[in-house]
């Protein structure tokens, strides 16, 4: 079996002619975040091989918000049991499942990842500041204290140390939890820089208003939305060598013949680097349980205490190979003693 491309298979859902309950589903169903996609692809193959009394779990991406509308579709061997995101769970996603039926919820925060921006191998060295992608990719951006439809064509016309690059990023798609960090730590960011925000907020916004305003990104070709996962990112890039697409950190450290990543800040992004808090545009990642299914789904509680357990997600497990920064001891064991009492979010 390939390690990265698990199969799903055919659920097997049975109900009794006579009228008693119906047959569990014998496979733990998965969707969500295309960035802790490969993550639980590795920790399903795995758990397969090491529990032969259970199949190995079905694994779907689609992104974070998708599948958490998925999760709190209800409860019932109809509905997925596990939504793997690269955010926090929103409360009003957590209301959406509630008025569903969800009402337990296991938050499981596995490990750590940065965003990065790269160019095709063969390109030179970039540094980037957040101040430089706001000004590439926003709708707006303030010009002489007014804000005004983006002037800027090149990357050379940002900053005059960046290449002379007609300016084309790919970056995540709205459904994307990836996408959220990009706007909070990268455009956000920038747009405060730059005196974006203060130039917005002077001519009438409130601050939530001013907020949104800030990290829409223009629609003229210069900022292209990618839905698929990053295999698709890294497809565009490859077709166009002068692109620039934003990806997890695991996949790039998987990909570094093929692609060349920027600093941010003036910081290299790296485990390293992720792990002590240095490079800015880093985030946890989770994937979270429907706690009404375990003891219903075969399978389902011993695949969320394998995910967790230190051979998968400690330092010298394959999740660490791939590019997951771990958790610090002391929060793996928190970790463990939460999954172990079952803690859900309070509704």
Known sequence: MNRFAIAASTLA???LCTGGPALARDQVQIAGSSTVLPYAQIVAEDFGKTYSKFKAPVVESGGSSAGLKQFCKGVGEGTIDIANASRP???KEIEACAEAGVKNIMPVRFGYDG????????????????KDVYLALAEEIPVDGKMTANPNKTWKDVNDKLPDWKIVAYIPGEKHGTREVFEEKVLAIGC?????MKALEEAGMDEKAAEKACVKVRKDGGAIDIDGD???TLARIQSNPEGVGVFGLSFYENNTDKLNVATMSG???SVETI???????SRPLFFYVKKDHIGVIPGLKEYVE???????????GPLADYGLVPLPENELEALQEEVKEGKVLSM
Do not use: C, N, Q, R
């Open 89 to 91: 769970i929103k409360d």
């Open 13 to 15: 859902v049975a109900a």
């Open 306 to 316: 394998f995910f967790t357990s230190e051979k998968m997600i400690g330092p010298d």
């Open 267 to 269: 910081i290299s992004p």
């Open 275 to 281: 792990s002590s808090g240095e490079y800015p545009v």
């Open 115 to 130: 965003i990065v921006f790269a160019t095709d191998a063969k390109s030179g060295a970039w540094a980037l500041e957040p």
């Open 192 to 196: 405060e820089a730059v005196g974006g």
């Open 230 to 232: 990053y295999t698709e």
